[in-house]
């Protein structure tokens, strides 16, 4: 057995994510930044919640990404108690932590939950997290692109040079 290998451990969660649903999918992703004492597998919910994280750890600022942190209690706008789990829980290089939530622009728009992050963040223990944001998939660069699959952007840069010019000799050959 190699002496300098180790498995990813587990990265800490609150709640498990549902085996089965028609709304999500199950991605899982493994933080190998080299800031971390073990490299950890974050399993996340949705292909947003990916995205979102490729942007996270791009960040020299962020040391550590919690996925599903434990929920926080907020009162609505009637007075009721609720909660909310978000989706990340940044620990940042000065110290500071930062809640992250992720949803598509539509649900946003449609929930209102902006002014519901508005409520959260008014009430949320800042022992919990000093400030919340909230990532859509209009803060997506470009969805077609991920970092972390480099034959995606070899096939984007090929579509950017154009089709190369093949001779009919050569397209036999490649035939």
């Given at each position: ?59 020299p600022d962020v040391l550590e990404i919690q996925a ?108």
């Amino acid at each position: 057995m190699n002496p300098f290998f180790s498995y990813p451990v587990m990265g800490p969660a609150s709640r498990t994510i549902p085996s089965r649903s028609k709304a999500s999918s199950r991605v899982q992703v493994v933080d190998t930044r080299p800031c971390l004492k073990h490299h950890t597998v974050l399993r996340l919910e949705s292909g947003l919640e990916a995205a979102c994280y490729d942007q996270l750890i791009a960040n020299p600022d962020v040391l550590e990404i919690q996925a599903q942190p434990p929920k926080v209690q907020y009162f609505d706008g009637l007075g009721k108690l609720k909660s909310h789990t978000f989706d990340f829980l940044l620990s940042m290089r000065d110290r500071k932590r930062v809640a992250v939530a992720v949803r598509p622009l539509e649900r946003v728009r449609k929930w209102r939950f902006d002014q519901t992050l508005e409520l959260i963040a008014q009430q949320m223990p800042r022992s919990f997290a000093a400030s919340i944001l909230l990532f859509t998939d209009a803060d997506v660069p470009r969805p077609e692109i991920v970092p972390h699959a480099p034959a995606t952007l070899l096939i984007e840069r090929a579509r950017e040079l154009g089709a190369p010019a093949v001779s009919p000799a050569h397209r036999m050959m490649l035939a």
